[in-house]
């Protein structure tokens, strides 16, 4: 049973950060309006391939729900029925959440593969939530944090649908991005709890602090990406040229640029500590991995104008970097209770 859990919820962990690489190359290639609405996409389960789809046409039958580009507008089926030789507005409804209407068939597929995984990422939770009510008589924590996790996926997925309906709002995408972290951080604890970890390591309280402050310090900076992210968008849809994307930038990137010091220089005292007192933390190798990709990922976005793959790349680092921080704070935590 506790093995059938614990590859459950690492597989569940893999899924959401499937999902955030997915959401990071949607937001690379430009493609979060790739399907206008929620949860279906132009109205259908498998989107359309060609704009022929969502065009009108004589003696077509169209199901409740879905939708055409009509007049530089999105139509909504009201009913089931067949079109005749005009179009009769009267069976059609304008779409009221927002007045995107472009098909580009390469950004619907992007977001719709991202739609995907998040909904296989949300099975697999519900699967571990279940799974978890085994564990109800001996350790209700994991059965309540399992039921927590799948309505976080559910809020989650709420928040997705809020963010195509506000156009791709800045706090809102902001917020889903933490709300993914907040998932990894629940889904390590579960998979902590239900196999704890071996007491191998010795407990240092400078490097157990250490590694706490990274996990805080690695989230607000995570934050304060997400911003600087917003802040390039805008300069691409404005036709500025790439160049010149962080000429005039906000103070949000000077504050982001200038606190990866402190990061970097922590997390090299951890690892410097760590060898030092032979504390056995071996997974401060990949943080400190992690750390430097981060670090020369932002540094080639802005020094060499945005080479492409950085940011979604820089975005997909700092996600594992949180979590192997995460675990490895576990595991000193865990150190700690058995000194």
């Given at each position: 049973m506790e093995k059938r859990f614990y590859c459950f919820a690492k597989l569940s962990l893999i899924l959401v950060y499937l999902v955030i690489v997915a959401g990071a190359l949607v937001r690379m290639t430009g493609s979060g309006m790739g399907c206008p609405d929620w949860p279906k996409c132009f109205g259908y389960y498998i989107p359309p391939t060609n704009v022929e789809t969502l065009m009108w046409s004589t003696d077509r039958a169209f199901e409740k729900g879905q939708v055409i580009i009509y007049e530089k507008e999105l139509l909504v089926a009201q009913s089931d029925f067949t079109t005749g030789a005009s179009i009769n507005l009267s069976l059609w409804e304008p779409y009221t959440k927002h007045a995107y209407a472009v098909f580009n068939p390469y950004h619907t597929w992007i977001e719709f593969l991202n739609r995907l995984v998040g909904a296989i990422a949300g099975l697999a939770t519900l699967v571990l939530a279940v799974l978890s009510l085994k564990y109800w008589k001996k350790n209700k924590t994991i059965t309540l944090l399992s039921f927590g996790v799948v309505l976080a996926m559910g809020f989650q997925a709420w928040l997705g649908a809020t963010v195509v309906y506000s156009v791709l709002a800045p706090a809102k995408i902001t917020t889903h991005m933490l709300m993914a972290l907040a998932i990894v951080a629940a889904l390590i604890l579960l998979m902590?709890?239900?196999?704890?970890?071996?007491?191998?390591?010795?407990?240092?309280?400078?490097?157990?602090?250490?590694?706490?402050?990274?996990?805080?310090?690695?989230?607000?900076?995570?934050?304060?990406?997400?911003?600087?992210r917003e802040f390039v968008d805008h300069q691409l849809e404005a036709g500025v040229a790439k160049s010149h994307w962080l000429l005039y930038p906000t103070w949000i990137f000077y504050l982001h640029r200038s606190f990866s010091i402190l990061p970097l220089f922590l997390t090299l005292y951890a690892f410097w500590i760590n060898k030092k007192e032979g504390l056995g933390f071996t997974k401060i190798h990949w943080i400190l991995s992690l750390m430097l990709v981060a670090v020369f990922s932002g540094m080639a976005m802005y020094y060499i104008d945005f080479p492409w793959g950085t940011?979604?790349?820089?975005?997909?680092?700092?996600?594992?970097?949180?979590?192997?921080?995460?675990?490895?704070?576990?595991e000193s935590r865990n150190t700690v209770k058995n000194t």
């Open positions: 902590v709890k239900a196999a704890p970890l071996e007491k191998k390591q010795k407990y240092k309280g400078v490097f157990h602090k250490s590694i706490a402050a990274l996990v805080v310090i690695v989230l607000v900076q995570i934050t304060f990406g997400t911003q600087v940011q979604p790349l820089h975005l997909v680092i700092a996600s594992l970097l949180f979590g192997c921080l995460f675990y490895v704070f576990l």
